[in-house]
């Protein structure tokens, strides 16, 4: 951002504090002190930044304002007097605010409506970090353009991410995560996107989110978009199509849909339904490639991309990328480049080979959607026999945790697995969905995790150093399932 310190009184409609020692002249002045970021952690200040004092449960950020300020901070964001601030730095500004963390989403709202480039922002169950990476690096190869970090969506981490930027990019996309009622209301009305994408709908922080459903909290985003923006979701979710078409209706917004082809009929009959801007199909032949179909006006585009992983999760985020980039007239003879080229947090779909095995670290968090996608996907990339799902409870599904693990016991079912390595809670449900014919092996500690993966090994009627095995690993994060991925990877290469 790029903001005077007098611009920042003028948002929060206060004025600054400053040492009792400086004239007013001298105050006139520091006024037109420019702020370029903001930050929420005193180690990670740079020269420029807003510091903001949050109060923790351990940790008050009052206590380090000094330190900010020694690190070359521009200004201080606080929600009372600091101590012995201006002895030592009597020409830092010090804004004192009610609710600092409220008082940072006003000014990061600010940012974005001087903002005059376009903003897109992505929600969805799952996969929507994936999404914006690839987003990011598609925009990336034509124009300039600033991205959320890893994934800080929330409440903290949206407003970081605008205050953050230079402002004078072309593009921004955005990432909006929601765990409660309200969440996108109020994380969507400081983007005020462009462009808003909900990729999907699915269970996922049930719990929080109330009666209403996944798919009406998600597609609060279109209640809010900017002037003349428009809104991007898939035609495959009924929910989705149902509020989404409530909300653009409520706004004026233009609504465009992709979608996800099960058969090459079906790839035809979805590409002739004048509502649907792009359809993939994946290849049965090799299920890492995918057939899209993108219309921009009267004209149709057609070309087959080489994903990083199988199934209908990267079919589906490839749908979505090409819809956009149609939206905004980008040249899709850089999908290929940019889906390789994409820098997608750690844990998520990382996938190491060692020797003739596969281990899939995707143990970043899980709900039923990403759950069921993902294991789905591992299971294509392994030959009969070979598939070894590591994971763990999923959480945050209130009444329906119970019933959701038996669900994903099914799909493990159908799946075929060699043998299943289960953590946390819920794995009698797990088991009940499973059955009787394939082993369930529990474990709470990396130990117990290695004793049972070797156990599990020493069962099969193949050999793994020579056949290979696919592994994938993931559950939510209260799982800590990192550690758990690293034994495997450490026992795989024992073996190898």
Same mark, same amino acid.
């Given at each position: 951002?790029?903001?005077?310190?007098?611009?920042?009184?003028?948002i929060?409609?206060? &004025?600054?504090?400053y040492?009792?020692?400086?004239s007013?002249?001298?105050?006139?002045?520091?006024?037109?002190?420019?702020?370029?970021?903001?930050?929420?952690?005193?180690?990670?200040?740079?020269?420029?930044?807003?510091?903001?004092? /949050?109060?923790?449960?351990?940790?008050?950020?009052?206590?380090?304002?000094? $330190?900010?300020?020694? @690190?070359?901070?521009?200004?201080?964001?606080?929600?009372?007097?600091?101590?012995?601030?201006?002895?030592?730095f009597?020409?830092v500004?010090?804004?004192?605010?009610?609710?600092?963390?409220?008082?940072?989403?006003?000014?990061? #709202?600010?940012? &974005?409506?001087?903002?005059?480039?376009?903003?897109?922002?992505?929600?969805?169950?799952?996969?929507?970090?994936t999404?914006?990476?690839?987003?990011?690096?598609?925009i990336?190869?034509?124009?300039?353009?600033? $991205?959320?970090?890893?994934?800080?969506?929330?409440?903290?981490? /949206?407003?970081l991410?605008?205050?953050?930027?230079?402002?004078?990019?072309?593009?921004?996309?955005?990432?909006a995560?929601?765990?409660h009622?309200? %969440?996108?209301?109020?994380?969507?009305?400081?983007? $005020?996107?462009?462009?808003?994408?909900?990729?999907n709908?699915?269970?996922? #922080?049930?719990?929080?989110?109330?009666?209403?459903?996944?798919?009406?909290h998600?597609?609060r985003?279109?209640?809010?978009?900017?002037?003349?923006?428009?809104?991007?979701? !898939?035609?495959?979710?009924?929910e989705?199509?149902?509020?989404?078409?409530?909300?653009?209706?409520?706004?004026g917004?233009?609504?465009?849909?992709?979608?996800?082809?099960?058969?090459?009929? %079906?790839?035809?009959?979805?590409?002739?339904q004048?509502?649907?801007?792009?359809?993939?199909?994946?290849?049965?032949?090799?299920?890492?490639?995918? #057939?899209?179909?993108?219309? &921009?006006?009267?004209?149709?585009?057609?070309?087959?991309?080489?994903?990083?992983?199988?199934? $209908?999760?990267?079919?589906?985020?490839?749908?979505?990328?090409?819809?956009? @980039?149609?939206?905004?007239?980008?040249?899709?003879?850089?999908?290929?480049? +940019?889906i390789?080229?994409?820098?997608?947090?750690?844990?998520?779909?990382?996938?190491?080979?060692?020797?003739?095995?596969?281990?899939?670290?995707?143990?970043?968090? @899980?709900?039923?959607?990403?759950?069921?996608?993902?294991?789905?996907?591992?299971?294509t990339?392994?030959?009969?026999?070979?598939?070894?799902?590591?994971l763990?409870?999923?959480?945050?599904?209130?009444?329906?945790?119970? !019933?959701? #693990?038996?669900?994903?016991?099914?799909?493990?079912? !159908?799946?075929?697995?060699?043998?299943?390595?289960?953590?946390?809670?819920?794995?009698?449900?797990?088991?009940?969905?499973l059955?009787?014919?394939?082993?369930?092996? !529990?474990?709470?500690?990396?130990?117990?995790?290695?004793q049972?993966?070797?156990?599990?090994?020493?069962? /099969?009627?193949?050999?793994? +150093?020579?056949?290979g095995?696919?592994?994938?690993?993931?559950?939510?994060?209260?799982?800590r399932?990192?550690?758990?991925?690293?034994?495997?990877k450490?026992?795989?290469?024992?073996?190898?």
């Amino acid at each position: 951002m790029q903001l005077s310190v007098g611009a920042i009184a003028d948002i929060l409609q206060t &004025r600054p504090l400053y040492s009792k020692a400086l004239s007013e002249e001298e105050r006139d002045a520091l006024a037109r002190v420019m702020v370029r970021g903001a930050s929420i952690d005193s180690r990670t200040v740079s020269e420029g930044d807003l510091f903001v004092c /949050l109060k923790g449960e351990k940790v008050d950020g009052h206590a380090y304002a000094a $330190r900010a300020c020694e @690190a070359g901070a521009s200004a201080i964001l606080a929600s009372r007097g600091v101590e012995g601030l201006h002895e030592a730095f009597p020409t830092v500004p010090l804004f004192v605010v009610e609710n600092p963390e409220k008082a940072l989403s006003k000014i990061a #709202h600010a940012v &974005r409506m001087r903002f005059a480039g376009k903003v897109i922002g992505v929600t969805g169950t799952a996969g929507k970090t994936t999404l914006k990476e690839w987003l990011y690096s598609l925009i990336s190869q034509e124009y300039r353009c600033a $991205r959320t970090e890893g994934n800080h969506n929330n409440q903290l981490g /949206l407003p970081l991410t605008i205050c953050n930027t230079c402002g004078d990019e072309d593009y921004w996309v955005i990432e909006a995560g929601i765990s409660h009622a309200g %969440d996108m209301e109020e994380l969507a009305g400081i983007l $005020r996107p462009d462009i808003g994408v909900v990729l999907n709908a699915g269970t996922g #922080h049930t719990e929080g989110l109330g009666a209403m459903g996944v798919a009406w909290h998600k597609t609060r985003m279109f209640t809010v978009l900017a002037d003349k923006g428009c809104a991007v979701t !898939s035609s495959d979710y009924p929910e989705l199509v149902k509020w989404a078409t409530s909300a653009c209706e409520e706004k004026g917004s233009g609504l465009y849909f992709f979608s996800v082809a099960d058969s090459p009929r %079906d790839f035809a009959s979805k590409n002739a339904q004048p509502g649907i801007g792009c359809v993939t199909l994946v290849d049965r032949q090799n299920p890492r490639l995918c #057939h899209v179909c993108a219309r &921009r006006g009267d004209r149709v585009e057609e070309t087959i991309v080489t994903m990083p992983m199988a199934g $209908r999760a990267a079919a589906e985020n490839l749908a979505c990328v090409t819809l956009v @980039a149609s939206l905004l007239r980008l040249d899709l003879c850089f999908l290929q480049k +940019a889906i390789e080229e994409a820098s997608v947090p750690d844990h998520r779909y990382s996938r190491e080979v060692i020797g003739k095995s596969i281990v899939i670290d995707d143990c970043y968090n @899980a709900n039923p959607l990403s759950m069921g996608r993902m294991v789905e996907a591992a299971a294509t990339e392994s030959r009969q026999g070979s598939f070894i799902p590591v994971l763990g409870a999923m959480g945050e599904l209130g009444e329906e945790a119970a !019933s959701a #693990h038996k669900i994903l016991g099914a799909q493990l079912k !159908s799946l075929a697995p060699a043998f299943v390595l289960w953590k946390g809670a819920y794995a009698q449900d797990v088991r009940e969905g499973l059955g009787p014919d394939i082993p369930l092996l !529990s474990f709470e500690t990396d130990e117990e995790c290695a004793q049972c993966f070797s156990k599990g090994l020493s069962s /099969l009627s193949m050999d793994p +150093a020579n056949e290979g095995v696919t592994v994938l690993v993931k559950g939510s994060r209260s799982n800590r399932l990192e550690t758990a991925a690293q034994t495997i990877k450490s026992l795989l290469t024992a073996t190898d």
